[in-house]
């Protein structure tokens, strides 16, 4: 929803585009990485081979696909948006762009058509985890690949793989709207009716550099270390196994569906409060990690698209930006007053955005811990971005959800916007949590979120978090423990097991027993 703060920093932001316009980078000087693209490649040195930052995207097409064409639709894509024919090598230990001229893209393609269509899925989830799991060179390219699965002569899933370097949540909408621009004018015979991008990244990235201590830019960065001062420096969710000393990136994800009713009662709350659908499931959740940890002060890490200029909206590329926002749950609150709280911290953290975080953490230097990410832990994201309406050259486009087994954070809940739905998903840390868990985390966020907003008034620290179904079986499980408790207490049923067998084995952990 607009806000007057959001519409004043867009016409701030249009003003200065028209006055201040991103240059053409001198191409015949090395070409540095912007702030945030530096970071990923020092990231990638550090784990050679990491499908981490693999972006995935897949999307199912229904009709009569002329593959020839969208060859040449690839094609023109990676003629059109320079980042996608760029490698990033270093000199002297340092990263430069390398843009490689146009060529011809080779899609390959995988037919499952004489497959049994029972087995197609599973094959087709094989598939898509490959191409998830296939690491991409950056220094000497390509850093995206695209495969075709066939999976009848009218249904064909199209396999995405773009590296975070090159890519983020707002180029998704932008590649589906120029790729299927460009196979309707392949199929057309046609020119396409893109216009040329004002820019390209290599020039943002040096335009960005240079605007690294402008005043406004310190001033910004002073805003966020005034916020965060004090912080406490974990989110110290309660695991299923120890955290291990360095963090592998292994993950996994579980999806869940809002249903109707909560969608319309959010909206409904949304007007009530003036507030955006992203405010009201972030106080939620920051609720859910309360009645978790008990922590009444912690930071939740949320992206935004970093495209504050006209010119950047329709490029592919990696410029978004993690903001780091406080949650305040002192005195416990109603949520009406969670949520109050939650929109006054993401309108000023949004009015700052543009100080980069990375850069941030440079300032603040908070104490470095390989097993975990500095400031926050877990983050939110609310995916909105307009994506093409369910065409595409004439066929029926629909996303299709890859598990690429990874993950960033401990945990990430992503709510998507799609064609009147709200999809969610939660990507957790497979080395710190069973899938069971993550689960009930979810359900007990979709049942505090719908209490609240039938009882905003109500404290967050008395919603309920259990539906009915799970709090009769916690009933039932109580009456379990209640009867076991009626026998031998634990130490004295291992005691007399001890006696009965002495030199039995009782631990065994690897290569050691007791």
Not at 73 to 102: D, K, N, Y
Not at 219 to 237: A, E, F, Q, R, S
Not at 474 to 490: D, I, N, T, Y
Request: aromatic share 8%.
């Amino acid at each position: 929803q607009p806000t007057v703060e959001g519409l004043a920093h867009a016409l701030e932001n249009a003003h200065a585009a028209a006055h201040d316009p991103i240059p053409h980078a001198d191409r015949t000087q090395p070409l540095p990485l912007a702030t945030a693209q530096q970071r990923l490649w020092f990231l990638e040195r550090l784990q050679p081979n990491s499908v981490v930052y693999n972006v995935p995207l897949a999307l199912r097409l229904r009709g009569k696909l002329d593959v020839v064409q969208l060859d040449a639709a690839l094609t023109a894509l990676a003629a059109r948006h320079e980042i996608l024919r760029s490698s990033f090598p270093a000199i002297a230990g340092q990263p430069i762009t390398v843009v490689a001229e146009p060529s011809a893209f080779a899609l390959a393609i995988c037919d499952l058509s004489t497959m049994s269509i029972e087995s197609r899925p599973d094959e087709v989830e094989k598939l898509l985890r490959r191409d998830a799991e296939r690491t991409l060179n950056l220094e000497q390219g390509p850093i995206w690949n695209a495969n075709l699965i066939r999976l009848d002569a009218d249904d064909y899933i199209l396999s995405l793989v773009v590296h975070h370097i090159a890519f983020d949540g707002w180029s998704a909408g932008v590649l589906l709207r120029d790729l299927s621009e460009f196979y309707d004018a392949a199929l057309l015979g046609r020119p396409s009716t893109l216009r040329p991008l004002v820019v390209q990244y290599p020039d943002f990235a040096v335009w960005e550099r240079g605007r690294r201590d402008h005043e406004a830019m310190l001033n910004h960065i002073d805003y966020w270390k005034h916020t965060l001062d004090g912080l406490p420096p974990v989110l110290d969710l309660p695991t299923d196994r120890p955290r291990p000393a360095t963090w592998s990136g292994r993950g996994a994800i579980v999806n869940l569906t809002i249903p109707d009713e909560t969608v319309h009662g959010l909206d409904a709350l949304c007007r009530q409060e003036g507030v955006t659908r992203f405010m009201t499931l972030l106080a939620a959740f920051q609720a859910v990690l309360h009645r978790y940890t008990g922590q009444t002060d912690f930071a939740v890490g949320t992206p935004v698209a970093g495209r504050s200029r006209p010119e950047l909206a329709e490029m592919i590329g990696f410029f978004v930006n993690t903001l780091a926002l406080r949650a305040d749950i002192t005195g416990r609150p109603t949520f009406r007053e969670l949520l109050r709280r939650t929109r006054e911290t993401t309108l000023a953290g949004f009015s700052h955005q543009e100080a980069h975080f990375d850069r941030l953490v440079e300032e603040l230097q908070p104490r470095r811990d390989l097993s975990r990410s500095p400031l926050f832990q877990v983050m939110f994201i609310l995916q909105n971005m307009p994506l093409p309406g369910g065409e595409f050259g004439g066929l029926t486009l629909e996303p299709v959800g890859v598990d690429p087994g990874v993950a960033k954070f401990d945990l990430t809940l992503t709510a998507v916007e799609w064609q009147g739905e709200l999809r969610v998903s939660a990507e957790y840390a497979t080395d710190l949590f069973e899938h069971r868990t993550i689960e009930r985390i979810l359900t007990h966020w979709q049942t505090l979120l719908h209490a609240a907003l039938d009882h905003p008034d109500q404290r967050i620290d008395t919603l309920p978090l259990h539906s009915p179904a799970e709090a009769l079986a916690r009933v039932q499980h109580g009456r379990a423990k209640s009867a076991f408790a009626e026998g031998p207490a634990l130490h004295e049923q291992f005691a007399s097991r001890a006696a009965q067998t002495p030199d039995a084995i009782a631990l065994t952990c690897e290569a050691h027993t007791l």
